[in-house]
């Protein structure tokens, strides 16, 4: 595990909102694509936040409609990210620490990727399942 790196085990490209994208249509995208969450980015690319299903959800359960509402209404603001060079040991323990499913991974302060427990998992294992069509 000493050796790898964020950049090794992150998945790329990755789907970022912008401050001004519909809760709607985040939730949407988190649906269709089937993540649990979204980073959201400047117009520079920097990281200014993060969407999760959580923080839909708890609009929800306030009554709001999330038509309504922009991603920087929900977004959990100054969220972790880890570097392209950060060991991927590092990032396994920011994640079990503050019990975080996804992170976004920069690159001189631009998103470049992002890493989640299951890409890490996969780093690790080799398939003893093959399906053949």
């Known amino acids: 595990m000493a050796d790898l790196k964020a950049?090794?085990?992150?998945t790329r490209p990755v789907v970022s909102a912008?401050?001004?994208a519909s809760a709607r249509d985040i939730a949407m995208q988190i649906l269709s694509g089937l993540y649990s969450g979204m980073p959201?980015?400047?117009?520079t690319g920097k990281v200014i936040g993060v969407v999760t299903e959580f923080d839909l959800l708890k609009q929800i359960r306030e009554g709001k409609e999330l038509v309504k509402l922009t991603a920087a209404d929900v977004m959990s603001k100054a969220p972790?990210?880890?570097d392209l060079n950060t060991p991927?040991?590092?990032?396994?323990?920011?994640m079990t620490e503050h019990n975080i499913i996804r992170l976004p991974v920069t690159d001189e302060g631009q998103l470049a990727g992002i890493i989640a427990r299951c890409d890490i998992l996969r780093a690790y294992i080799e398939p003893e399942f093959v399906t053949y069509m």
């Open 18 to 20: 912008r401050q001004n």
């Open 88 to 94: 991927v040991e590092e990032v396994l323990k920011i």
């Open 40 to 43: 959201v980015t400047d117009d």
């Open 7 to 10: 950049r090794d085990v992150m």
């Open 80 to 82: 972790m990210t880890v």
